[in-house]
């Protein structure tokens, strides 16, 4: 059985960058505009970041507005007869055609989702997005959700985002950070336009994406975020939230420390939820890489599956547990998106979403929902995660509401706050990045009240979810090609991590006035070959490098008259206990050499050997913890 996303060979390590296109004439005239403006050379990313944010937030609007002009034809035929149920139950296998057709004439060397592929062009292809990308993850992902398919239209506009951002950059000639730069701000334009939340797209960039946190980076993707919103806004003239979400929907629910508590199980078991769902996830992609069948025709295989649970289900139409998600659907409610089962769950009243029945039949509906994300998705159709994280997140978060109702010694939890909650944990927790799966809740919903748990059982699932399974939905898919990606923690582990934690070498120290021929006597009876240099009172003085003994060795039959003194360097600057990883890490780059002497700042005694090898063992110890 091969790898759980596919062939190892299908990722090319390194793809080439194409020469820009543009004209010498128009990257002349942008930079004497700057140079006559007395712009710096960054000024022209945050204008590049506007037009990017404008760009995309046309082109998600106009995605997000097709499918959901198609989903709406799609309901009302589904509506008309019984007929036309059962042609509406079928059509996930005409979008997993075309899906198939899209793919063969848009083909690509990644199976994985949109952003997954993102994340493999910034950290291993310098940024490098063909556009074609584009319209394949448009085409393909709305055929795939207008069907019926479990999966969302998020993940396909960051892909496409951040090609437009790939594209521009390389048009005009950047070098690759600042095409890293721009691909991010696509990738944040897309996120904020679609879901009119800018924050969230911010945040999601420099958590999920790019995991980087500096002003550099941060300031145009703001940029690109607001700008790509405010088009939206401008465009439909409107301010809504998605699901209707409204502040009377906590006015009777008031959120005290009592409750604290209470969200911060729900953020625990929301995060092993998350877990399981990444685990479910990768084990859809085995099974679907096992079969001996063409990898273009598994979407095939995975709609008819999906269009057999429909059929089983179908027949639950009547019950009081379809009724509880969505009383007004005629195909089941894991079809599609489930955005307008998530606005059933919100507009429904508390007493509709309580008792151990209504909690039994929500948890069932959810693992039907995960059960059919991994058909559509496993089997390699094209969409997100997002949304499918989201329903799920929704369904554990009323299933929770219901268990507090049912149990009299527990506080009530309000179904619209569990719910929210629920939804941002439950993404936070997928994508390993709580501050947007929080803030993207919070600018769904625009309600303070349920921020401050919103961000608790975030973190709290977040952290719940890397200690059952280290990697991100997003990650496991790069994770299974041998491709690990730092995280934003990176540098603060450096930082965080002084000499003093890290094991010495023991020194072996040398007098100025020994021979250089003594060294080498060291060196093959101890093996060592570096050598801190003390005075006559033990303090250091200066450092003698094994590629400093080695140079001596060609004048061997001088080396009894050469003296350490003369071998010495004394700009070696030495490192003190308190010094951390970074300061570590420069110092090794400054001298280029595989150890360092450490010594006490009072007495200046030497305290042993920091080994360059022995530092980087540490340090990715210290970084799988996180």
């Keep these: 059985m091969g790898p759980p996303f596919g062939k190892p060979n299908i990722i090319s390590p390194f793809v080439p960058e194409r020469k820009p296109i543009v004209s010498a004439v128009v990257r002349r005239l942008l930079y004497r505009t700057a140079s006559a403006l007395r712009l710096s050379h960054e000024w022209h990313v945050l204008a590049l970041a ?6 995309v937030g046309g082109l998600a609007l106009g995605f997000i507005e097709s499918i959901n002009a198609l989903l709406r034809t799609v309901s009302a035929y589904a509506q008309g007869s019984s007929t036309a149920f059962w042609v509406a139950l079928g059509l996930p296998i005409v979008g997993a055609a075309v899906t198939v057709l899209v793919f063969r004439l848009i083909p690509s060397t990644f199976r994985g989702h949109g952003i997954s592929r993102v994340l493999l062009a910034v950290h291993r292809q310098r940024s490098v997005i063909p556009l074609s990308l584009a319209p394949r993850q448009w085409i393909a992902s709305s055929a795939t959700i207008v069907s019926g398919g479990s999966a969302g239209p998020e993940g396909p506009i960051v892909a496409i985002g951040s090609a437009v ?11 690759a950070s600042r095409r890293t730069t721009l691909l991010g701000c696509g990738a944040a334009a897309g996120l904020a336009a679609v879901f009119d939340a800018p924050i969230a797209g911010v945040f999601f960039v420099l958590e999920v994406i790019l995991r980087d946190f500096t002003p550099r980076t941060f300031t145009p993707i703001v940029i690109a975020a607001v700008t790509a919103s405010a088009t939206a806004q401008s465009l439909l003239h409107s301010t809504q939230p998605p699901f209707g979400i409204g502040p009377g929907l906590f006015n009777d629910a008031p959120l005290t420390l009592v409750h604290l508590p209470l969200f911060s199980l729900l953020g625990v078991l929301t995060g092993v939820a ?12 085995r099974t679907f890489d096992s079969l001996p069948i063409r990898s273009s ?7 008819v599956a999906l269009v057999g649970l429909g059929a089983a289900t179908a027949t639950l139409s009547e019950t009081a547990m379809w009724r509880v998600v969505a009383p007004a659907s005629s195909t089941p409610p894991f079809y599609g998106t489930g955005y307008g089962l998530i606005g059933h769950l919100l507009e429904a009243s508390p007493e509709s979403l ?17 059960v059919a994300t991994a058909l559509t998705l496993g089997s390699g159709s094209a969409g997100g995660l997002f949304a499918p994280g989201l329903v799920v997140g929704a369904l554990l978060g009323a299933a929770f509401s219901a268990l507090t109702n049912a149990i009299p010694a527990l506080p009530d939890v309000s179904p619209a706050a569990a719910i929210l909650v629920g939804m941002g944990s439950f993404v936070a927790a997928g994508a390993h990045a709580p501050l947007a799966g929080a803030f993207l809740v919070y ?41 690990r990606l730092g995280t934003i923690a990176d540098h603060s582990i450096m930082r965080r991590t002084a000499v003093s934690d890290i094991r010495l070498t023991e020194a072996v120290t040398v007098r100025p006035t020994d021979s250089a021929q003594h060294l080498v006597d060291l060196g093959e009876r101890q093996s060592v070959h570096d050598f801190p240099v003390i005075d006559a009172h033990g303090r250091y003085r200066g450092f003698v490098s ?18 350490v003194s003369e071998l010495e360097r ?21 001298h280029e050499t595989p150890v360092l002497p450490v010594v006490d700042p009072v007495s200046q005694q030497v305290l042993g050997l920091l080994s360059r090898s022995h530092l980087l063992k540490v340090y990715q110890s210290a970084l799988e913890e996180t």
């Design 50 to 55: 506007a037009v990017i944010g404008i760009v």
């Design 165 to 175: 951002g790939s594209a521009l950059a390389r048009w005009l000639g950047l070098d």
């Design 274 to 285: 998350a877990a399981g769902f990444g685990l479910w996830m990768k084990a859809a992609h």
């Design 297 to 303: 025709l598994r979407p095939l295989v995975g709609a």
């Design 354 to 370: 309580a008792g151990l029945g209504i909690m039994g039949a929500l948890l069932a509906w959810a693992l039907l929902k995960v």
């Design 443 to 483: 600018e769904l919903s625009h309600s303070y009240t349920v921020l401050l748990p919103l961000l608790l059982a975030a973190v709290l699932a977040t952290v719940t979810a890397r200690l059952v399974h280290r990697e991100s939905i997003y990650t496991a898919e790069l994770a299974a090609f041998n491709i």
């Design 546 to 563: 094994g590629s400093d003994v080695r140079q001596a060795l060609v004048y061997r039959d001088a080396l009894k008259l050469l003296t």
């Design 570 to 590: 004394t700009d070696f600057n030495p490192l003190e206990p308190d010094d951390t990883l970074d300061t570590a890490m420069e110092r090794f780059g400054r």
